[in-house]
Nanobody, 120 residues
Framework: QVQLVESGGGLVQAGGSLRLSCIAS????????MGWYRQAPGKQRELVGI???????NYADSVKGRFTISGDNVKNTMYLQMNSLKPEDTAVYYC??????????????WGQGTQVTVSS
């Protein structure tokens, strides 16, 4: 019903910036929230940050003050602006969407991920 396409990953030097995009398409009825997660090699997937339908954001302590989540309602796109990148930010970054259905339930969707590599 919903497809998520991520872009913007790549290789960047420490201290640099990247902007990730997540474009949602399909049967989007009402978005409860969207979020960014990441998974580094040998580690569990962890929450980076979320944005609610009201535009309220929350971030993990490890990225607070450096990363910013925003959205474009017209284009159904969520962004993750990453500044002051560190080598420990290296991971596959995933987009998640929670969709409110007409029946009153919710459905969760994930993107395929985009690789972010930060060199020393």
């Amino acid at each position: 019903q919903v497809q998520l396409v991520e872009s913007g990953g790549g290789l960047v030097q420490a201290g640099g910036s990247l902007r990730l995009s997540c474009i949602a398409s399909g049967r989007i009825f009402s978005i409860n929230l969207m979020g960014w997660y990441r998974q580094a090699p040998g580690k569990q997937r962890e929450l980076v940050g979320i944005i609610t339908s009201d535009g309220i954001t929350n971030y993990a302590d490890s990225v607070k003050g450096r990363f910013t989540i925003s959205g474009d309602n017209v284009k159904n796109t969520m962004y993750l602006q990453m500044n002051s990148l560190k080598p420990e930010d290296t991971a596959v970054y995933y987009c998640k969407l929670i969709n409110q259905t007409p029946r009153g339930g919710t459905l969760e969707y994930w993107g395929q991920g985009t690789q972010v590599t930060v060199s020393s």
